[in-house]
C-alpha cells in the first residue's frame, strides 16, 4: 500500500513538472474556489443554528450577507492559491492587489447589509412600540437622514481605502498631509456643495424642520415629503409630480410646513357677494353645510365679512379639519354649497355692477356703453 502512494505522488509531482506554470496555476485556484464554496456553506449552517435563539437581527444578517460572505470567502481562497502557485513575482503581486481591493468591497459590502438591517428592523420595531404618529414620523426621518449619511461615509472610507492601495495614490497622499492647509483649503472648495448638503442633512436630523410625510409649500408647489436622501429631499406633489430639492435649500431658503407639530388645518373660503345679502341666513346655511360634513373635525368655524369693496363685500368662512387633504375637500363642499344655496334662494345677492338712473331712463354715459355694445354686435 505504502508502495502505491508513494508511486502515485511521484506520477502526479513528475506531471506537475511537465504541465506548464500557467495549467498548474489555474488548477490551484480552481480547487482554491473550490474548497472555499465549501467551507463557506459549511460555516453558513453552522452559523444559521448558531444565531437561533438570538435576536431578529442576527438571522436577518447572517441570511442577508450570505453572498458577500461567499464572496469573501473565494477571494481568501484565491490568495491562498495564488501564494502556493507557480507564478513569477509580477502576476503574484497583481493577483494580492486586486484580491485586497476586492477585499475592501465586500467590507464596504457588509458594512451597507449590517447598517440597512439594523435600521430596517430597528424601524419596524419602533412603529409597532409608539401610537404617536409624530413621534414616528420624527424618529423615521431622522433614522432615515442618519442611515443616508452613514452610508455615504461608509463608500467614501472605502473608495478611499481602495485607492491608498496604489504607490502613486498613497504618495500623493502623503504629500497632501505634508501641505494640509492649501489642501484642505482646495479640497474644501471643490467640494463644496457635498459637503454643504452633508452637513444640512446633519442638522435636519437634528433640528427636523421636516419629517417624512410632511405636508409642505415649497417653491410656490404643495405637496408631501415622499424621502429623504443624503443629497436631496423628494417632494410629491398633489399632481403625483416629484420635486427634487437640495438638502441646503430647507436650512437657507423659507418654507411652509403644513404638519410641524399637528395635521389639523383650518380652510378659508372667500365670497365676494353683494351687499344686500342676508349674513344670518347665509351663516346658518354654512354651519349646517360645515357641520354635516363628516370631513369637518368640530373645532373651527366662523362666518365673517373681512373686506368691503366698491361693489361687493369679501365674506369668508373658517372651517378646519383632520389634515390638509380634508381640509381641501370640505372647502370645495362649501363653495360648491353655498354658491348653490344662493343662486337658488337669493340670486339677487351675488356679485352686480350697478348703474345710476334718471327718471327712469339710463344715463348717458350708460346709453353709449350700449350703443357701442350693440355696434359691436352684442345685440345678435
Keep these: 500500500m505504502d508502495q502505491l502512494l508513494n508511486d502515485g505522488t511521484e506520477q502526479l509531482a513528475a506531471l506537475t513538472e511537465a504541465a506548464p506554470d500557467w495549467l498548474v496555476s489555474f488548477v490551484i485556484l480552481l480547487v482554491a474556489i473550490a474548497v472555499a464554496l465549501v467551507l463557506h456553506q459549511v460555516l453558513h449552517r453552522m452559523l444559521l443554528r448558531l444565531v437561533r435563539p438570538y435576536e431578529l437581527f442576527w438571522h436577518q444578517l447572517v441570511a442577508r450577507t450570505r453572498r458577500p460572505l461567499r464572496l469573501a470567502f473565494v477571494l481568501g481562497g ?11 513575482e509580477e502576476g503574484q503581486a497583481l493577483i494580492h492587489h486586486i484580491l485586497l481591493i476586492g477585499f475592501i468591497a465586500v467590507l464596504m459590502w457588509l458594512a451597507q447589509l ?7 428592523l430597528h424601524l419596524q420595531r419602533f412603529e ?16 432615515r437622514i442618519l442611515q443616508r449619511i452613514a ?17 502613486t495614490v498613497r504618495q500623493y497622499g502623503i504629500s497632501l498631509l505634508a501641505s494640509a492647509g492649501a489642501a484642505g483649503i482646495i479640497v474644501g472648495l471643490a467640494l463644496q456643495p457635498m459637503l454643504k448638503n452633508l452637513f444640512a442633512g446633519i442638522q435636519l436630523a437634528i433640528t427636523q424642520p421636516i419629517r417624512i410625510n410632511d405636508a409642505l409649500i415649497v417653491e410656490g408647489e404643495f405637496g408631501n415629503v415622499e424621502e429623504i436622501t443624503s443629497t436631496y429631499v423628494v417632494v410629491r406633489a398633489w399632481d403625483r409630480r416629484r420635486l427634487i430639492i437640495p438638502l441646503n ?16 388645518l383650518t380652510g378659508i373660503v372667500v365670497l365676494y357677494l353683494d351687499f344686500s345679502v342676508p349674513l344670518d341666513m ?10 354635516a360634513s363628516p370631513l369637518w373635525d368640530g373645532e373651527v368655524f366662523a362666518l ?26 370640505l372647502r370645495c363642499n362649501i363653495r360648491e354649497l353655498l354658491v348653490a344655496f344662493l343662486v337658488q334662494n337669493y340670486p339677487q345677492a351675488l356679485p352686480r ?28
Design 78 to 88: 484565491l490568495a491562498l492559491g495564488a501564494t502556493w502557485a507557480p507564478l513569477r
Design 249 to 264: 435649500y430647507f436650512i437657507e431658503q423659507p418654507f411652509q410646513n403644513w404638519t410641524r407639530d399637528e395635521t389639523a
Design 304 to 329: 365673517q365679512v373681512t373686506d368691503l369693496r366698491e361693489t361687493s363685500m369679501e365674506v369668508r368662512i373658517l372651517a378646519s379639519a383632520a389634515n390638509s387633504g380634508n381640509a381641501f375637500e
Design 151 to 167: 452610508g455615504t461615509l461608509i463608500v467614501v472610507v472605502g473608495t478611499g481605502a481602495m485607492l491608498m492601495t496604489f504607490d
Design 114 to 120: 449590517a447598517l440597512n438591517t439594523f435600521m430596517a
Design 353 to 380: 355692477v350697478r348703474a345710476e338712473t334718471e327718471g327712469g331712463k339710463p344715463s348717458g354715459r350708460v346709453s353709449a356703453a350700449r350703443r357701442q355694445f350693440n355696434r359691436e354686435g352684442g345685440s345678435q
Design 128 to 143: 409597532h412600540q409608539t401610537d404617536d404618529p409624530f413621534l414616528a414620523r420624527r424618529h423615521i426621518t431622522q433614522s
Design 282 to 291: 347665509l351663516r346658518e346655511k354654512a354651519r349646517e353645510i360645515v357641520e
